[in-house]
C-alpha cells in the first residue's frame, strides 16, 4: 500500500531516550530553559524519525516524545478543561500512574493547540516518509471522569457537553489539516473498555448512563472528523491500557464491532491482538470494504520477539473473517502511552517493529 496504513505500521509512541529523559526532569525542576528542552527534543525526534525510516516503516510519528501522558497533554490544552492533581492515579492491574485528572470548568472550546506545531516539525523532517499525529479521541475527556468532572452550571445536561466538545475538536482537526496533516489517528480506548463488564459496572456505581453510551462516542467521532478533507485519512488505534507494560480491562470486539466498523467514519482501525484478553477475530466480519484492519499482534509489553509463523497463522485465521487485501499488522500498542514507558529495552522496541517489517513484506509482499 502506498498510503496509510501501511501493511507493517505502528501505534506511535517510542520509548524515550535517555538523554531526553534527563532534559525533561531538568526542565521540571527549572534547571534548563523551555527553549533548551525544546532543542533536546527536537535532536531526539529527528534521530527517531531517522530510524523508523531506516527499519523499514513508511509512517513516522514524534514518538509522543514532548508529552508526559497520551492523553492528558493534548485535552489540558482544551478552552474550559483543566489538569489537576488528583488523590489517585489512574487503577491498571497491578499499579498506579502519576495522580492527575481533567475536569471542566467551562465552556470547551478549541483555542489553538502546541500539538500543530509538533506535528509541523515532523511534517518538516519526515523526508519521505508519511508524517502521522495522534491524538486522544474526544471519548478520553467523558469516559475517564464523566458527570462528576463536568462543571454543572456550564453544562447542566451533558448534551451540550458533547456539543461543545465535538466543535472543538473539528476545529482542531481543521488546524492539523492545515498545517498539512493527512494521516491522523485517534486513540480509542473507551470503546475497548466498554467490551469489559468490569468497567461497565464501574461506570454504573459512579452514576453513568452506559445505554446508549456507544452511540453516543460514535456520533461525537463522526462530529469531530466530519470536515476533513477528502484526503485526510483518519486511523483509530483500540487497546484495553497500557502503562509499564500493565493493563486495564478485557474482553472481546463482540459488543461494539457492529457500530464501530459500520457507525464510525474512520478509514482504518489499529486493534490489540496481542493476547487473549482482546477476544477472536469472529468481530472483523463486520468490516465493510474500503475500510483496514491493522492487526496489533506484536506486543509492546514485553521484549520476547514473536515468530514470524505464529504471527503468520494468526494472519491467516484473521482472513478468514476479513479479506486479507483489508488487513495489516503492527504492535498492539506504543512503547510508551506515558513517559515512563514499557518494561523492554530501545533495542528490544525496534526489533518489533523491524520484525512487523518482515512479517509485512514476507505475506503481502
Not at 521540571?28 to 527499519?55: C, F, M, N, T, V
Not at 486511523?235 to 464510525?264: K, Q, T, W
Not at 506484536?298 to 476479513?322: F, H, N, P, Q
Amino acid at each position: 500500500m502506498d498510503s496509510p496504513p501501511f501493511r507493517a505500521d505502528h501505534v506511535g509512541s517510542l520509548l524515550r531516550p535517555p538523554a531526553l529523559r534527563e532534559a525533561r526532569a531538568a526542565r521540571a525542576e527549572g534547571r534548563i530553559s523551555a527553549e533548551a528542552l525544546r532543542a533536546i527534543e527536537d535532536a531526539a525526534i529527528r534521530e527517531a524519525i531517522a530510524q523508523q525510516k531506516a527499519i523499514g516503516l513508511k509512517a513516522v510519528t514524534d514518538g509522543e516524545y514532548r508529552r508526559a501522558f497520551w492523553h492528558f497533554d493534548f485535552l489540558a490544552q482544551l478552552g474550559g478543561v483543566e489538569m489537576y492533581e488528583a488523590d489517585q492515579g489512574i487503577q491498571f492491574k497491578g499499579g498506579q500512574t502519576k495522580a492527575y485528572g481533567l475536569k471542566v470548568t467551562g465552556p470547551i472550546r478549541y483555542q489553538g493547540h502546541p500539538f500543530v506545531a509538533d506535528y509541523a516539525f515532523v511534517h518538516a523532517n519526515a523526508g519521505g516518509a508519511v508524517p502521522k499525529q495522534t491524538i486522544p479521541s474526544p471519548s478520553v475527556l467523558h469516559f475517564r471522569g464523566g458527570r462528576r468532572a463536568v462543571d454543572s452550571h456550564t453544562y447542566p445536561d451533558m448534551d451540550g457537553f458533547f456539543a461543545d466538545l465535538g466543535e472543538a475538536y473539528a476545529a482542531a482537526v481543521a488546524d492539523f489539516a492545515g498545517a498539512g496533516c493527512r494521516y491522523l489517528q485517534l486513540d480509542e480506548v473507551n470503546i475497548a473498555y466498554l467490551c469489559d463488564p468490569e468497567q461497565i459496572a464501574q461506570l454504573k456505581a459512579r452514576g453513568e448512563e452506559t445505554e446508549g453510551l456507544l452511540g453516543r462516542y460514535a456520533a461525537l467521532i463522526n462530529r469531530a472528523i466530519a470536515n476533513r478533507p477528502a484526503d485526510m485519512f483518519v486511523s483509530m488505534h483500540l487497546c484495553r491500557g497500557n502503562f509499564r507494560s500493565m493493563h486495564i480491562a478485557s474482553g472481546g470486539y463482540d459488543p461494539v464491532a457492529e457500530v464501530l466498523f459500520n457507525g464510525i467514519g474512520v478509514d482504518a482501525y489499529f486493534m490489540e491482538y496481542d493476547d487473549e484478553r482482546s477476544g477472536g477475530f469472529a468481530p472483523l466480519r463486520f468490516l465493510p470494504k474500503g475500510k483496514t484492519v491493522v492487526l496489533g499482534l506484536v506486543t509492546s509489553k514485553r521484549g520476547a520477539l514473536e515468530s514470524k509463523d505464529a504471527l503468520k497463522r494468526r494472519i491467516e485465521e484473521a482472513a478468514r473473517y476479513a479479506p486479507i487485501e483489508q488487513l495489516a499488522i503492527s504492535p498492539q500498542c506504543g512503547f510508551a502511552s506515558t513517559e515512563e514507558g514499557n518494561l523492554l529495552t530501545v533495542e528490544e522496541q525496534w526489533a518489533k517493529l523491524r520484525l512487523c517489517v518482515e512479517v509485512a513484506e514476507e505475506v503481502w509482499g
